[in-house]
């Protein structure tokens, strides 16, 4: 893709990730609740998951309107230019419910069908968490960046090449059976690792990835669009975004810096083995 246009990718989507993590803080309502449930009774959506997908919807495909539209809360639009934005209006929404200041609105262009694991590759992105006013960015061949305020920083992934002293986030899905495999999982990574953080915001953990605050994580359960800005920000800050066939999915994501790719996907690899098969 041409750099130019990536690069104007990149503008929109923190543009207007940016807006909507203004409009998640600044009228979220003092008696924010539960406005319905998902694959569980923990999967939860707000009022402001679907305010903020419904105006991520309504200026993406005001600026683009060729563009198609993917976004985790109901409903999509078809376009003719080839490119998808995946949307995750809140990602981390438990914590946004219950106040925990680790949340984020995660904006990505992608070609290809986002729908598809393998079929899709992100070329721009952004993931803007409004509570710390911190917004990572990339498009591809352009870097990876932490906006904050009126300063921008270059990000990079971590040196660390020693599984043992590796800081490893994961996070847990919304369905009992999900988490009675993933705690079995955790059991084989957890003695073999400096320590795990669980932040609950995959979009978040990839950019702790990106800018060396984790040296690694690993999820099983995501959907695209928890993933599909940060993982151009991670590749673009020198990481590594892999699956256990090598391909980033709902089956697993594996992210960390170049040198801990190979022993932490063979660790996650282990580690799933010996959680055998998952229950439905
Ligand atoms: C969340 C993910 C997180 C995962 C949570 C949840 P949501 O996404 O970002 O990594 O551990 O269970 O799926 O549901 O807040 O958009």
């Not at 934005?85 to 981390?92: N, R």
């Not at 984790?214 to 099983?220: A, F, I, K």
């Not at 959907?223 to 673009?236: K, L, R, S, T, Y």
């Amino acid at each position: 893709m041409d750099s130019t246009l990536a690069a104007e990718l990149e503008r929109i989507a923190v543009l207007v990730a940016e807006e909507a993590g203004r409009l998640i803080e600044d009228e979220r309502p003092a008696d924010l609740g539960v406005a319905q449930t998902k694959s569980s009774a923990t999967d939860v959506v707000t009022v402001m998951d679907q305010r903020a997908q419904d105006l991520l919807r309504e200026r993406l495909m005001g600026l683009r309107p060729d563009d198609a539209f993917f976004g985790e809360e109901d409903g999509g639009e078809v376009g003719t230019s080839g490119l998808t934005w995946v949307v995750d209006p809140i990602d981390g929404t438990v914590n946004y419910l219950y106040g925990i200041p680790a949340y984020a609105v995660s904006v990505a262009a992608v070609l290809g069908d986002p729908s598809v694991p393998g079929e899709w590759e992100p070329v721009a992105g952004a993931v803007c968490n409004p509570r710390s006013r911190e917004t990572w960015h990339a498009h591809r061949g352009g870097g990876a960046w932490r906006t904050q305020g009126e300063t921008s920083t270059p990000v990079h992934a971590s040196a660390a090449d020693d599984l043992g002293t590796a800081l490893v986030g994961t996070g847990f899905g919304y369905r009992a059976e999900r988490r009675a495999w993933q705690v079995a999982a955790l059991t084989h990574v957890l003695p073999r690792v400096r320590d795990i953080r669980r932040m609950g915001s995959a979009a978040l953990d990839l950019c702790a990835v990106a800018e060396g605050r984790l040296d690694g994580y690993y999820e099983r359960g995501l959907n695209p669009w928890d993933m599909a800005a940060g993982v151009i920000i991670v590749e673009e800050a020198g990481g590594v975004v892999t699956g256990l066939d090598g391909t980033p999915s709902d089956d697993m994501v594996i992210a960390s810096g170049s040198r801990l790719a190979a022993p932490l996907a063979r660790l996650v690899r282990a580690a799933a083995e010996t959680a055998g098969s998952e229950p439905t």
